[in-house]
T-cell receptor
Framework: AQKITQTQPGMFVQEKEAVTLDCTYD???????LFWYKQPSSGEMIFLIY??????QNATEGRYSLNFQKARKSANLVISASQLGDSAMYFC????????????????FGTGTQLKVEL | DSGVTQTPKHLITATGQRVTLRCSPR?????VYWYQQSLDQGLQFLIQ???????AKGNILERFSAQQFPDLHSELNLSSLELGDSALYFC????????????FGPGTRLTVL
């Protein structure tokens, strides 16, 4: 079974609108972390936001917020007030297990959602 | 700029050849991770080192090997290259303790002809 599922291969949004990118995950470990990364056409991976499984509140970072619904195992990324520069591929990723000093904290990535912001 | 550097940026080589990709982690980061991004496999974890020791292994082929040196830079060696090894190879680093974020380098784009 896929550990991270991103069901939207591509999304379009109008500039200044909000957009939600979906991510569902599968793990039996009670301790895990969820990440969103942005990959522009230039190729680099840019960290956006993190949510820990024990965090009580949804994570926010500027225009990015993570809609964390633990019972549904979903961690959707919400981008408010979209900008042209938000056009990129977005990846959801998961770290299973608690953060281990020294190792084992690999990330498992979804297949990504290509977001295009239009005027 | 994440603070993680990777060289070279682009690499074009022929089948059967061997290449070395280099990564310098952020200052103070002890953990280095290697990931491969290809069209058919997506982003996959290859291997992780912490302070010079291998700590986790993912879907890394036997033809691939890596190491982390005392100065904490890491090298990924790819040998007997095949067309299917063409991909973007990322290095990421993290502090390695009580820290969740992995900071990615710009990647090395490998093309095998």
């Amino acid at each position: 079974a896929q550990k991270i599922t991103q069901t939207q291969p591509g999304m379009f949004v109008q500039e200044k609108e909000a957009v939600t990118l979906d991510c569902t995950y599968d793990t039996s470990d009670p301790s895990y972390g969820l990440f969103w990364y942005k990959q522009p056409s230039s190729g680099e991976m840019i960290f956006l936001i993190y949510q820990g499984s024990y965090d009580q509140q949804n994570a926010t970072e500027g225009r990015y917020s993570l809609n964390f619904q633990k019972a549904r195992k979903s961690a959707n990324l919400v981008i408010s007030a979209s900008q042209l520069g938000d056009s990129a591929m977005y990846f959801c990723a998961m770290r299973e297990g608690r953060v281990l000093t020294g190792g084992g904290n690999k990330l498992t990535f979804g297949t990504g959602t290509q977001l295009k912001v239009e005027l | 700029d994440s603070g993680v550097t990777q060289t070279p940026k682009h690499l074009i080589t022929a089948t059967g050849q061997r290449v070395t990709l280099r990564c310098s982690p952020r200052s103070g980061d002890l953990s280095v991770y290697w990931y491969q991004q290809s069209l058919d496999q997506g982003l996959q974890f290859l291997i992780q080192y912490y302070n010079g020791e291998e700590r986790a292994k993912g879907n890394i082929l036997e033809r691939f090997s890596a190491q982390q040196f005392p100065d904490l830079h890491s090298e990924l060696n790819l040998s007997s290259l095949e067309l299917g090894d063409s991909a973007l190879y990322f290095c990421a680093s993290s502090v390695g303790r009580n820290n969740n974020e992995q900071f990615f380098g710009p990647g090395t784009r490998l093309t095998v002809l």
